[in-house]
């Protein structure tokens, strides 16, 4: 006989009721769309399965980590580290008490314990644990956007050890509003679970003064378009949640639209979300100062900061290809591309996602 469902099961049916056909129709539309364009017209539904970690642990060295002195946060300079790189390799460098930036036009090498890490051109990170986050804030930027990725607390993850988990209360110790420019549009990744849905909304959006302004939901589909588990399983569903809020928004901005849908493959690495940099660029304006919280890769152009910010751009997950411009360098000088060193030869983050209503 099957059990009861309790009050979390029953609020987390209720949820998906209620978006239901805003998902099943908007996924349709947009997959009829790529597949016009040629996309999501793979022959088999086969996910990937995810692929194993090469790098070193990032968690437990930024847990050795806060013996090291912080940087006085007087002097701007002292704050900040830039990556200084030869042949597209840096020496030694501190990763840990201070933002590091790279102003580079090229992708840079830094090693780590051993391993190598691929720094994008134009991106600044910090390598911390929350305990020791003070240098973003010394930092002096101020952010037009703020994408966060929590370590959500659950059964699973506490089961699987997998990775670190957070409990829902210390978010509130995150400095949203010393980070956060006016109208600084705020983007939390969320599990299916409501309470935690309602937490973001309710409590923790609150708390910064952040008011919510929308909610979207990516879509996990297969490389036939088909959804990665079915929409209607009590297990696993095939979309997770993004709640959209602005910081000290005026009266009279312009609106976000609600229940927007970004559909894409999955990526081959455990838990990697797909970029929103071109999706949320209508919402922040050109030249918008961008940061990413929790983050677990670089993008060029933005601030991350996270205790695994450098883990998907370890080298095992890119490939070297000759450049074919001699202009600044010998013609076969290697470039870094971002290119997955796998048999299926995927890209880190899948498929590019595909935006709709």
């Known amino acids: 006989r099957p059990s009861e469902l309790n009050q979390g099961e029953i609020d987390?049916?209720?949820?998906?009721e209620k978006i239901r056909s805003v998902v099943l129709e908007g996924t349709k539309s947009l997959v009829d769309s790529a597949r016009?364009?040629?996309?999501?017209?793979?022959?088999?539904?086969?996910?990937?399965e995810p692929l194993p970690s090469q790098e070193c642990s990032l968690a437990a060295l930024c847990e050795m980590a806060k013996g090291l002195p912080l940087v006085d946060d007087e002097e701007?300079?002292?704050r900040v580290q830039l990556l200084v790189a030869e042949d597209g390799r840096t020496s030694h460098v501190d990763l840990f008490s201070r933002v590091t930036e790279s102003e580079s036009d090229w992708a840079t090498v830094?090693?780590?314990?051993?391993?190598?890490?691929?720094?994008?051109p134009h991106t600044a990170f910090l390598l911390?644990?929350?305990?020791?986050?003070?240098?973003?804030?010394h930092y002096g930027r101020r952010f037009d956007l703020i994408v966060m990725d929590p370590p959500w607390e659950n059964k699973s993850v506490k089961r699987s050890r997998r990775y670190s988990s957070l409990p829902?209360?210390?978010?509130k110790r995150l400095p949203i509003p010393t980070l956060a420019s006016p109208n600084c549009l705020v983007v939390t990744w969320v599990t299916n679970r409501p309470s935690h849905l309602r937490f973001v909304r309710e409590e923790l959006y609150p708390h910064w003064g952040v008011d919510v302004v929308a909610e979207w939901f990516w879509v996990k589909v297969t490389t036939s378009g088909r959804f990665v588990f079915p929409l209607d399983s009590h297990h696993k569903k095939?979309?997770?949640?993004?709640v959209l809020g602005r910081y000290r928004s005026p009266a009279h901005d312009v609106p976000v639209e609600d229940q927007r849908l970004i559909v894409s493959v999955p990526s081959a690495l455990h838990s990697q979300k797909p970029s929103l940099s071109e999706v949320l660029k209508p919402h922040v304006g050109a030249g918008a100062e961008c940061l990413e919280l929790f983050a677990r890769s670089l993008q060029p152009g933005w601030t991350s900061w996270g205790n695994e910010v450098l883990k998907f751009q370890h080298v095992s997950y890119f490939t070297l290809t000759p450049t074919d411009d001699g202009a600044d360098g010998d013609e076969d000088e290697p470039a870094v591309t971002t290119g997955l060193s796998s048999p299926g030869g995927s890209s880190p983050r899948g498929r590019p996602p595909t935006p709709g209503t």
Request: charged residues 20%; without cysteine.
């Open 128 to 137: 911390s644990d929350f305990t020791r986050i003070q240098p973003l804030v």
């Open 238 to 242: 095939p979309y997770e949640v993004l």
């Open 168 to 171: 829902s209360s210390q978010l």
């Open 36 to 48: 016009s364009l040629g996309y999501l017209n793979g022959v088999t539904d086969t996910v990937d």
């Open 110 to 120: 830094v090693p780590l314990m051993g391993e190598e890490y691929v720094i994008p």
């Open 12 to 16: 987390s049916q209720a949820f998906h």
């Open 76 to 78: 701007r300079e002292e």
